[in-house]
């Protein structure tokens, strides 16, 4: 594992959520909100289609700092912001820049983008190096 | 304030503004914050080492310590560790009433998740036992939009707090 230093940016994340990855986020959380898993009753209240579930997409931003910091302890915290609405089938890449590392616990400032698209964006994530 | 069966209110006052109970009319979004300050009953949250598996892999973990047992094994877990954002899966049953409260009188048609936080304690592994706690931590009114924001407390079997998640919704105007 490399210690990350201020200013380095991790490994880019890409993920494509194939067409069925939000009726098996569905079943792993327990979240069957429809806008989530049936086409029509999403594009009924406005929607492009189904969504991806914010979380999973959270999920994302995560999984990109524990796979640059080493494993799963290494995350102390992560806060984002939810903005645009993440499709399935497209492509969403995880970005992040080390902003400052202290004590051995590196914060990065993160997004996840489908395109133009911001899905995620603010994120924050303390990491620990020590 | 003599404690109660069921969903409880902490202090009615507004943890910011110091402001007691009020409904503002602005905007077409009224905000009710009489139920800053509840707290609701507990969840327990028992966790498998199969759930965690499906879970991990409709994330697209490859990391071992989520997939692969005999891998825990060697690392000293005794059985598969929990992503982090499993939090999510374990706090839910409790953040959902508080949600739903009528206290709350979230607009749901309206709604939207705005944000989310999590700070992480120890690492859960299958096995373990969450209990979560949930309080109605700030509502408010900013712009024209509802502020929601709940906290949820997760604690194992042995006391230690593994995760606090703050959940901001935000109601849009109508």
């Not at chain 1, 230093?5 to 069957?32: E, M, N, W």
């Not at chain 1, 992560?78 to 995880?94: A, D, I, M, N, Y």
């Not at chain 2, 009433?97 to 709604?111: I, S």
Request: glycine share 10%.
């Amino acid at each position: 594992m490399t210690r990350l230093q201020s200013g380095d940016a991790i490994p880019d994340l890409v993920v494509t959520p194939d067409r069925h990855l939000t009726i098996r986020y569905a079943g792993a959380s327990g979240d069957f909100n429809p806008i989530h898993v049936d086409e029509e009753f999403a594009r009924a209240v406005g929607l492009p289609g189904r969504i991806l579930h914010g979380l999973w997409t959270m999920a994302q931003v995560a999984r990109a700092q524990t796979e640059a910091a080493g494993g799963p302890a290494t995350l102390r915290s992560l806060s984002v912001q939810f903005r645009g609405l993440g499709l399935p089938e497209e492509e969403l890449r995880v970005t992040g820049t080390v902003r400052s590392v202290q004590d051995g616990i590196a914060t990065v400032d993160a997004t996840a983008v489908q395109g133009d698209n911001e899905i995620i964006r603010n994120a924050v994530a303390e990491l620990d190096q020590r | 304030m003599a404690e109660r069966d069921g969903p409880s209110h902490g202090p009615r006052r507004h943890p910011l503004t110091g402001t007691g109970p009020a409904v503002g009319y602005r905007q077409g979004v009224s905000v009710s914050t009489v139920a800053v300050g509840k707290t609701f009953a507990p969840t327990v949250y028992a966790v498998g080492r199969e759930k965690i598996r499906e879970y991990a892999l409709a994330v697209g973990e490859t990391e071992p310590l989520h997939l692969d047992l005999e891998a825990a094994h060697r690392a000293g877990f005794a059985d598969l560790v929990a992503p982090p954002m499993f939090a999510a899966i374990y706090s839910s049953p409790a953040v959902g009433p508080a949600l739903f409260d009528p206290d709350v009188a979230l607009d749901f048609a309206r709604m939207v998740h705005a944000g989310q936080e999590f700070r992480w304690g120890p690492l859960v592994v299958a096995g373990d036992e969450i209990s979560t706690g949930v309080v109605v931590q700030d509502i408010h009114e900013q712009d024209g939009k509802g502020f929601y924001v709940f906290t949820s407390t997760s604690t194992n079997q042995r006391g230690e707090i593994v995760c606090v998640g703050t959940w901001t919704t935000i109601v849009r105007e109508g």
